[in-house]
């Protein structure tokens, strides 16, 4: 089953620092745009970062500009999270994105809770 994962998320006082894992099953994240998005509460999901397949260019929302740096290597995505505000809160998800002659791809995870508070 293909599938991608989210993990990291967890618990963390303002100011704190947490590290997001995306990784996939079934197939490898390496030809693969990867972005993560996010949904608090009440909102809609936004865009929080994304990292191309070829050159690795990055780009960033930007709430979370010089707070937020995406990473990856060949199986998985990183999204390192410092300078945490409660206003981060929020369901993380992965989505992987590639297409080929025949068809795009587009795999989303489950999600992983970050919630900051004191």
């Known amino acids: 089953q293909l599938q991608v994962v989210e993990s990291g998320g967890g618990l963390v006082q303002p100011g704190g620092s947490l590290r997001l894992s995306c990784s996939a099953s079934?197939?490898?994240?390496?030809?693969?745009?990867i972005g993560w998005f996010r949904q608090a509460p009440g909102k809609e999901r936004e865009g929080v970062s994304c990292v191309s397949s070829v050159d690795h260019w990055t780009a960033y929302a930007d709430s979370v500009k010089g707070r937020f740096t995406i990473s990856r290597d060949e199986k998985t995505v990183y999204l390192q999270m410092n300078s945490l505000k409660p206003e981060d809160t929020a369901v993380y998800y992965c989505?992987?994105?590639?297409?080929?002659?025949?068809?795009?791809?587009?795999?989303w995870g489950q999600g992983t809770q970050v919630t900051v508070a004191s």
């Open positions: 989505r992987a994105g590639s297409s080929d002659s025949v068809r795009t791809y587009d795999y």
């Open positions: 079934g197939f490898t994240l390496d030809d693969y745009a």
